[in-house]
């Protein structure tokens, strides 16, 4: 292999490649990245066994050829050096990669040609199109609701499933918290099989990272799906989970007839006075007490120890009951993925599910657990499985 390439054109590739590859951990050949040289571009890969990423980019190639090296070593170097020219080849006698730029040079070490995993390429069937920026939304309203646990298999994954043509739903659900978006794509729609796919949570962080904001190209198969940036130069695969998702919209219906209880509230005045609130709050006691009426809403920290926060918002409530509890950071990362100016919250009970969204939104919901006070000093958080 011996190629010339501009660091502009190869940086961003490499950082790329490299953000998904394990740091010290892992066989050797994970922790590599794959430089292959053909067809007057150079082609770069990588993969934690799971993650896939490949990236084509414009290159002067003038021998081709297939060679890996230790990953974070070539992508410090590549970020470090000048912009310009870069000639990247193969020593064949010292059986190593020579980088050279100007007067510069340096050797990294060769991986075994073996080593090589042959990455899927992206396959070009059934192809939809989708906003870069909506994928990071999803992600973003939907990952607080997933679960860390690996026990709980379905729950540490977020469900993307059909709904009423041409509606997408996207759902998450960890036991105590369920998000719902609804999203009408009718090619996306089409593409999904009848059961939906899973896309376990350790995934979404690499992919919000990857996706540029503008719109790319997406298709699945049975095990994987697969995105393509427009102009088909970078692609990016997640492996797909087999688990048995919950039946959430049995649970959401189950609780539809049981709302008897409305506040009405500004949403910025209301996280800038958990904010606050937040600030008396403990390790141990970590809640927002809410005592309800008709035109405003009184809040307070349970944590009974520390200093007294009191705080006094406008709203507008209908319903018989008087108060209730929340855990305060909890609340604050739902109204924070809520863009709405007022906020609707439908009280089914003291202990019993929440529903949050927008004033007049429908596309977008969550489902919380309030947290039941014991003795007025002491809380638990029920799950509502």
Known sequence: MNIVIYKEDLVDGIIKAS?????????????????????????????????????QYRAEVLEEGLIGTQGRKITDLIRKLKPGKIRIKLDQEKQ??????????????????????????????????????????????????????????????????PGMNPAVEICAFNGHQLSLYTYENQEFFYSLPEKGILIPKKYLNELRKWVPADKVEATMTESKIFFRTSDQRESFSIPLSMYQFPNYHQFIDSYADKFTSTLIIDKEEL??????????????????????????????????ESWEAQEIVSCSYEG?????????????????????????????????????????????????????????????????V
């Open 271 to 304: 996280i800038e006075a958990l904010e606050r609130i937040k600030i008396f709050n403990t390790e141990i006691q970590m809640s927002t007490l809410m005592e309800l009426s008709p035109e405003e809403i009184k809040l307070s920290s349970t944590a009974v």
């Open 96 to 161: 190593s990669l020579l980088i050279q730029q100007d007067k510069r040079q340096f050797r990294l070490p060769m991986n075994e040609r073996s080593w090589f995993p042959e990455l899927e390429e992206f396959p070009d069937q059934n192809v939809f199109t989708i906003s870069g920026e909506w994928i990071r939304g999803i992600v973003d309203k939907s990952q607080f609701c997933i679960s860390d646990d690996d026990t709980m298999q379905a729950m540490t994954c977020m469900k993307i499933a």
């Open 19 to 55: 953000n998904i590859i394990p740091y010290k951990t892992g066989a050797a050949f994970l922790r590599s990245i794959w430089l292959k040289a053909e067809s007057q571009s150079l082609k770069i890969m990588s993969t934690d066994s799971n993650v896939e990423f490949i990236g």
């Open 320 to 384: 018989e009951l008087g108060q209730i509890v929340f855990n305060t950071r909890s609340l604050l990362e739902i109204l924070e993925n809520m863009h709405e100016k007022s906020i609707r919250f439908s009280f089914s009970g003291q202990i019993l599910p929440c529903r949050i969204s927008g004033e007049e939104n429908s596309e977008y919901f969550v489902m919380t657990m309030p947290v039941q006070i014991e003795e007025q000093t002491y809380y638990t958080e029920e799950e509502i």
